[in-house]
C-alpha cells in the first residue's frame, strides 16, 4: 500500500509543481503608460471620454451611435476647443466593451492662406515635448509606443493646406472586436 501511495505521489507531484510554475502572474510591462494628450488617453473608459468631450465641447453636441449588431460597439464625436490654448479639434472615438480602443483628433489649415504649414510645424513641437523623440513613418507620419498602445500623429497637404491627426490607441481593447466580427467566410454562409 505504501509503494502504491509513493507511486501515485511520483505520478501526481511533477503535474503539480508545473502547474504552479505555469499558475505565476505575468511580469508586468516594463514600459510606462502613455501619458494623456489633452486630457485623454488610449484605452479611456467611455464614461471619462464623456465627461471630459463635454467639457471641452466647442458649441457641439457630443453625439454617439451604437453599432447595429451590439451595444458593446459604438461611435463618438464632437468638435473641442482646448482651453488653455484655444487649439480646435473634431474629436472622435471608437469603444468596444465601455472603452477606447482609438481615439483621434483632427485638424485643418491653409486654406487660401499660409497657415497650414505652421499648424504642422506647432503640432510637431507639442508632441515632441509631450512624447519625447517619435519614430517616423513613412513620409509624413510619427509614431511613439508604449507597449500594446501607441500615439500616432500623420499630415497631408496640397497647396498651402494642411490636414493633421493625432490618434491614440490601445491594441488590447482593439483585440476585443473579435468577439463581435465575423469572418468573411461566416458572413458568405
Not at 506647432?122 to 517619435?134: A, D, Y
Not at 519614430?135 to 498651402?160: D, L, M, Q
Not at 491627426?165 to 467566410?185: E, H, N, P, Q
Request: glycine share 8%.
Amino acid at each position: 500500500m505504501a509503494t502504491l501511495r509513493l507511486a501515485l505521489l511520483a505520478l501526481v507531484t511533477p503535474g503539480v509543481i508545473a502547474a504552479q510554475v505555469t499558475a505565476r502572474p505575468p511580469a508586468s510591462s516594463p514600459l510606462p503608460p502613455s501619458p494623456p494628450y489633452r486630457g485623454f488617453s488610449p484605452g479611456i473608459s467611455y464614461r471619462a471620454f464623456v465627461e471630459r468631450a463635454r467639457a471641452l465641447a466647442d458649441s457641439d453636441v457630443l453625439r454617439c451611435q451604437t453599432s447595429p449588431h451590439t451595444a458593446q460597439i459604438m461611435e463618438c464625436g464632437v468638435v473641442i476647443r482646448d482651453p488653455r490654448d484655444a487649439a480646435r479639434f473634431y474629436l472622435s472615438a471608437h469603444f468596444i466593451e465601455g472603452n477606447a480602443d482609438v481615439v483621434a483628433f483632427y485638424d485643418s489649415a491653409g486654406f487660401g492662406n499660409k497657415r497650414g504649414v505652421p499648424l504642422v510645424d506647432r503640432t510637431k513641437k507639442e508632441l515632441t515635448r509631450l512624447f519625447g523623440r517619435p519614430h517616423p513613418i513613412g513620409k509624413s507620419g510619427w509614431e511613439w509606443r508604449y507597449g500594446r498602445r501607441a500615439v500616432r500623429f500623420n499630415w497631408r497637404g496640397r497647396g498651402t493646406a494642411r490636414w493633421v491627426s493625432i490618434t491614440l490607441m490601445d491594441k488590447d481593447v482593439m483585440d476585443r472586436i473579435a468577439r463581435y466580427a465575423k469572418t468573411a467566410k461566416s458572413r458568405k454562409s
